[in-house]
């Protein structure tokens, strides 16, 4: 069975929990564990928080989201229209200089959620924005 739930929030960081609550409530209703639920809604903040910092430069927009549900995975697919970030933006200056830190486009963010995923892919389609997909596959 596939359900899919879209929900668009605006790119102000105060909506980035609605996001985060939208994909628990899913969630709980599958076989995910507790802290695969919790490393989801970490990613899922970490892109949002890349669209709202980046995408838009504090001119508004919005942030599009879309939870598509299987019966072994999730797809969870962020995306904006907005200028985007790019490799040398860093949301962690200070970790260039650990090498043990291996930072990934965008800097400690994508990191982070390519660690939390069992997939991930970044996008810049050709009119504009950037769109970020994760999969996770259920792991109880």
Sequence with gaps: MEELVNLDIP????YV???????????RRRRFSDDAVADLKLAITEACSNSVRHAYDHDGGQ???SFMLQDDRVVIRIRDEGAGFHE????CPECRAIP?????????GISIIRAVVDEFSLEKPSEGGTVIVLTKRCDA
């Design 88 to 91: 040398d933006d860093v949301d």
């Design 63 to 65: 942030v599009h989201l």
């Design 17 to 27: 929990v609605l996001g985060r609550l939208a994909l628990a409530g899913l969630l």
């Design 100 to 108: 043990e830190i291996k930072l990934g486009e965008g800097g400690m």
């Design 11 to 14: 790119a102000q960081a105060e």
